[in-house]
């Protein structure tokens, strides 16, 4: 695909604006933390690819003259409106996600850091992760994007199987996927993960675990397991529906993912999230404000996010989605400044749900400090001391609830959806009643 050919200049310029992200600010001493409400992550929709993959419902589409240039401008624009709106001073992170981010320019890259850092305070050593194929991400084009501010990259590798691969549409073989590993990871030492799915149709536990253990031998320091789930609308669940392929054995699926955290453990990884693994501290710092339900900005197409709106004088935590169709979505930008399709107004209840779903997908759980933060009269003793659905959890070796709050064990984590009905239930019951329980702190 074609793409109008960068200014050298301008992106060079643009660029090193980039990397230098506000020096001034920088130096003389540590900067005053922002309030927890002038924090946000930025996360940049791409929303084009080479082609659809046989499993994937996410919003993007197939390129056709996409005239990038106005592309930029409308994210740039964007960008400084929600920033604007938000009342947000700092930007933690940015995640550059789609769609297929590498077939941007980099010079669309430099332009977007470049503007969050005039709008805002975007430290030097934030993280700012790319998502990548392998297939449109050359060594050449990887350094390029290092140059223009992005810090870590996340690739969609999804499988080392080259018949795998062909199943869900990807482009690339698993030497394509070996050898973008390797050149990202001389460029970005330690600052690259790497994405293997697993459920698939007709998918062994044997085979997929000497895989996993073959990826370890070469991988960096962050890998995320996704299970394959069929989506209506896809090429995949057609097949699957039409009986042309053997739906998911979601038993083996389970072993898989069983099997595939026990390896990473042994080889040195932290589970720090449901899905996710670390080792040496290389945890996505993004990713984290998600879990630990801090405010994201959502620019591009179809993005979402949570914010309060302080700089439009609001007070209450909202979520926003912004306009799917990309062309669409660039006529509100260059008519209202921003894209925004839907606001959605979080209830007390709704945010709290939230941070009880969000952070319980995490090693750590929910602090009491951290629970304080948006709830300071209703504790998690409150709400969960005396619940006999919270003990037979903990006698099960599944929960935690202690000194330093709640938290699912290891066995546990694997098993969250299904104890957040009875957590959910709980807390709603506890919020209509409104009248903490008197039981012991100890």
Not at 259 to 277: I, P
Request: hydrophobic fraction near 40%; glycine fraction near 8%.
């Amino acid at each position: 695909m074609a793409f109008p050919r960068a200014q050298a200049r301008g992106w060079v310029k643009a660029a090193k604006l980039a990397q230098r992200r506000r020096p001034a600010e920088d130096t003389g001493g540590p900067q005053s933390p922002a309030p927890g409400s002038q924090r946000a992550a930025l996360y940049v929709h791409w929303p084009y690819c080479e082609k659809r993959c046989s499993y994937c419902n996410f919003n993007k589409y197939i390129p056709r003259g996409v005239d990038e240039a106005a592309l930029r401008r409308c994210l740039v624009t964007e960008a400084q409106t929600l920033l604007r709106l938000s009342g947000v001073r700092r930007v933690e992170s940015v995640f550059f996600g789609g769609g297929t981010p590498s077939l941007a320019s980099p010079q669309t890259v430099a332009a977007v850091l470049e503007a969050v850092a005039q709008a805002a305070h975007l430290p030097a050593d934030s993280e700012v992760t790319l998502e990548a194929n392998p297939t449109s991400a050359s060594g050449s084009r990887l350094a390029a994007f290092g140059a223009a501010g992005v810090n870590r990259l996340s690739i969609g590798l999804q499988s080392l199987d080259d018949t795998e691969l062909q199943l869900l549409g990807r482009t690339h073989s698993a030497s394509d996927a070996l050898q973008t590993l390797a050149e990202a990871q001389r460029l970005f030492p330690g600052r690259v993960s790497v994405d293997l799915m697993l459920g698939l149709p007709a998918q062994q536990v044997g085979p997929w675990l000497r895989r996993l253990q073959d990826l370890l031998r070469c991988c960096d320091d962050h890998v995320s397991l996704y299970q394959l789930s069929l989506e209506r609308g896809t090429a995949l669940f057609t097949q699957v529906q039409q009986g042309a392929l053997p739906a998911p054995d979601p038993e083996l699926a389970a072993e898989m993912y069983q099997e595939g955290r026990a390896v990473l453990r042994e080889a040195g990884f932290r589970q720090y999230e449901v899905s996710n693994f670390a080792r040496n501290g290389a945890l996505s710092t993004h990713n984290w404000t998600y879990w630990q339900c801090g405010q994201y900005l959502g620019v591009g197409p179809g993005a979402h996010g949570r914010f309060i709106p302080q700089g439009a004088g609001g007070h209450t935590r909202e979520a926003r989605i912004q306009t799917l169709e990309p062309d669409n979505w660039m006529k509100e930008v260059m008519l209202f400044g921003h894209g925004t399709r839907r606001r959605i107004p979080l209830s007390e209840l709704e945010l709290l749900e939230e941070v009880l779903a969000m952070g319980l997908r995490t090693d750590v759980g929910i602090t009491h400090q951290h629970w304080q933060q948006f709830e300071p009269q209703l504790t998690l003793w409150d709400l969960f001391g005396a619940s006999k659905e919270v003990k037979w959890l903990q006698e099960q070796g599944l929960l935690l609830l202690d000194h330093r709050g709640l938290r699912c064990s290891w066995e546990g984590l694997a098993v969250l959806d299904s104890l957040l009905l009875s957590l959910l239930s709980r807390l709603e019951e506890a919020w209509q009643q409104k009248t903490p329980s008197s039981v012991s702190r100890g």
